[in-house]
């Protein structure tokens, strides 16, 4: 029955993967022991900068050092990444340890394919050090499946020097009081309706709305997992959202002003706010030296504190013949020394509070907002049916903002859709 889920999830043309894809090899199939009689355990992930695939080798070799036993080989699957890991999954392929995204933990701990981690946890690995909601994140029904290797939540960046201009002083604390400072911050110079600076930058995807339901009521899905984003409560949530974009027009949408995304839009001064990601920060410390800007905590909603947390986890296949070798892999990656080498540079954050510490992030003038902001995140997931659910979501928000229909009639149609797929899928 489990291999049967597996093999819905993955699809036919999943499973033809694996010999099209650049960096990936073909002969991948679990630790085992190498010439010199080493243990040998089998690392898969996704590819990554420069910069962090060289802290990530700075890694492994000290872990190698510390553990002379023990080899690690080190596999970047360069494209469809769990596609590819399903499929292999399914034919006994897979590496002993993988990158596992938190939008997907739910659907992959459901096929059983993952080894529990309780039993291998000792007391100096001090579970209590991590944030507790990146923790959750890979534990069902009080099992742990995996740690979170890093994270990042959303904080707001704001120009400085827009802000001065403007009169306003720090940032705003409510989303009510969001929507008045994009209004000043808004920029119409010739005034034909398309401002050339928008006060605040948009995002229309559910993983960017979804974490502003919970402070309403509301919810991404319900509790038999089925979509429930079209409720009252959820719809008060997203109405700010449009009365910002088609009343005020003070928010844009990146495709408004020419851009890709957030980062960009903020950067070429196009917007004066964008709620992004901690990866936002070196983008424009590399492409926009000279922009002056800062960070801070989402302003509240309804009340509340509220962001979300994107986190990815080392997780240990349960098919692994070297279990005891790649646990020792999985914490030595994810505990503090191994951890604070990882996320050194501020590419990544780390998950556990001490590491945060120990680098300095938590006073980190455009750090300790994401730092801040873990304690009482919301991870990106929401379920199995997640993915279904998103694509609906997003493909009937966007007609939303842009006023083809109403925001209820929009919800409740992507609701329905998703819900029917989920039915037709089971």
């Known amino acids: 029955m489990k291999i049967n889920k597996m093999l819905a999830a993955v699809g036919v043309s999943g499973m033809l993967l694996g010999t099209a894809l650049v960096g990936c090899s073909s002969d991948s199939s679990g630790g085992g022991e190498n ?53 292999r999954l399914v034919g006994g392929e897979a590496a002993d340890v993988f990158y596992l995204d938190a939008l997907e933990a739910p659907s992959l701990i459901d096929t059983g394919v993952l080894e529990p981690l309780d039993e291998y946890v000792t007391e100096d690995f001090d579970v209590e050090d991590f944030e507790e909601p990146l923790l959750n994140a890979f534990k069902i029904d009080g099992t742990q499946y995996g740690f979170p290797k890093d994270f990042s939540t959303l904080s707001l960046f704001y120009n400085e020097s827009a802000f001065e201009e403007a009169g306003l002083e720090g940032p705003p604390e409510t989303w009510e009081e969001l929507g008045e400072y994009a209004q000043k911050l808004t920029v119409d110079e010739d005034g034909d309706g398309q401002p050339e ?105 309804n009340g509340e504190k509220a962001t979300a947390a994107f986190t990815v986890a080392y997780v240990m296949n ?12 999985i914490s030595y990656l994810t505990g503090k020394e191994g951890m604070e080498t990882w996320t050194s540079k501020g590419f990544a954050l780390p998950t556990r509070k001490s590491v945060a510490e120990e680098l300095g992030y938590d006073e980190d003038p455009l750090r300790q907002s994401f730092v801040e902001g873990a304690s009482y995140a919301q991870p990106w997931q929401a379920g199995k049916n997640l993915p279904t659910i998103m694509t609906n979501f997003d493909n ?25 797929e989920i039915e037709s899928s089971n």
């Open 35 to 87: 010439e010199d009689g080493k243990t040998v355990v089998e690392l898969a992930g996704w590819g990554s900068s420069p910069e962090e695939e060289k802290l990530l080798k700075e890694t492994i070799a000290s872990f190698e050092e510390k553990h002379p036993d023990i080899e690690v080989k080190h596999e970047v699957i360069a494209d469809q990444y769990m596609d590819v890991t399903k499929t």
């Open 197 to 301: 600076r928008f006060g605040l930058g948009l995002s229309k995807e559910l993983a960017r709305q979804f974490y502003k339901f919970q402070p309403y009521g509301g919810q991404v899905v319900d509790d038999n997992g089925k979509a429930a984003f079209a409720s009252e409560e959820a719809i008060a949530s997203l109405k700010p959202v449009i009365e910002m974009y088609q009343e005020d027009q003070s928010a844009g949408l990146p495709s408004d002003v020419g851009t890709d995304w957030g980062g960009d839009m903020f950067g070429q001064g196009k917007a004066a706010m964008v709620i992004e990601g901690n990866w936002t920060i070196p983008f424009l410390e590399d492409n926009f030296s000279d922009l002056n800007f800062t960070t801070a905590e989402l302003p509240t909603i």
């Open 318 to 329: 349960k098919q692994s013949e070297v279990k005891e070798a790649s646990w020792e892999l």
């Open 396 to 420: 009937q928000f966007i007609s939303a903002l842009l006023g083809e229909q109403t925001l209820e009639e929009a919800l409740q149609k992507a609701q329905e859709t998703a819900n029917k």
